[in-house]
């Protein structure tokens, strides 16, 4: 795929096709996209929609932290990619330059994916099934130095900060009770009393609103509270 960057100045494009450093002036107005997804599909998806935009100016290439910011104004990444690529802006040495805003655009929606990404300091969330028309009105929201998620996650994520966090022990009653044990099983697993673990379970239907032990499952379950951590080792 051709891709728009003859307006780049070229010593804003690295060998690879990755923005670097270097001073380059903001041609026309336009907002300037660095495409850095992992995913090869998805990232010339993207390429090819945005660049139909009159407003953008795209690139391909990859996220990197050098001694200068790097020269886009919205960088698109995967999950893994934009975690990755924001802790390492927090590590860098900072030169006194605008960073670049992330989007990202994946397929994770669980609750605690969304909130670790917003957490890292992303400023915008997509999923890849969204309609067309949300990628650009997502970049240009965060050029403008808006926060972007889309309506159905923002109502996921802002519930979620309304609740108090689980602590690390009810996590671990959470796992096994997902598991299907009962609390005898759950409290010689985890090495504590029979009424400790009942206190737990009650702390655990209040934080995610359940009224019984099934319940709470299916309830963590959407969150994406269960299923994938190992069970912590006490």
């Not at 998806?45 to 932290?65: K, S, T």
């Not at 994946?106 to 969330?125: D, I, S």
């Not at 689980?166 to 671990?172: A, C, F, H, K, V």
């Amino acid at each position: 795929m051709r891709l728009d960057t003859k307006h780049w100045p070229h010593s804003a494009i690295g060998g690879n096709g990755a923005a670097v450093a270097g001073t380059i002036a903001n041609y026309d107005s336009k907002v300037r996209v660095l495409i850095a997804h992992s995913d090869a599909i998805v990232s010339a998806g993207l390429a090819a929609l945005l660049g139909a935009e009159g407003d953008m100016q795209v690139a391909q290439g990859e996220a990197m932290v050098l001694p200068q910011p790097v020269q886009a104004d919205v960088i698109v990444l995967d999950h893994k990619g934009a975690l990755d690529y924001m802790r390492r802006c927090a590590n860098a040495p900072q030169h006194g330059g605008a960073l670049a805003r992330v989007l990202i655009v994946t397929q994770m929606e669980r609750e605690w994916e969304v909130r670790t990404a917003m957490m890292a300091g992303v400023h915008g969330y997509l999923l890849q099934n969204c309609s067309p028309d949300q990628v650009p009105a997502a970049v240009r929201s965060l050029s403008r130095g808006i926060r972007y998620l889309s309506a159905d996650l923002s109502r996921c994520v802002a519930d979620s900060f309304t609740r108090i966090g689980l602590t690390s022990r009810e996590t671990d009653v959470l796992q096994l009770l997902a598991q299907g044990q009962c609390n005898k099983s759950i409290a010689r697993e985890l090495g504590i009393g029979v009424g400790t673990v009942k206190t737990h379970v009650k702390g655990l239907f209040d934080k995610l609103g359940a009224t019984a032990r099934t319940h709470a499952v299916v309830l963590a379950t959407r969150r994406g509270l269960v299923g994938d951590g190992a069970i912590s080792q006490h």
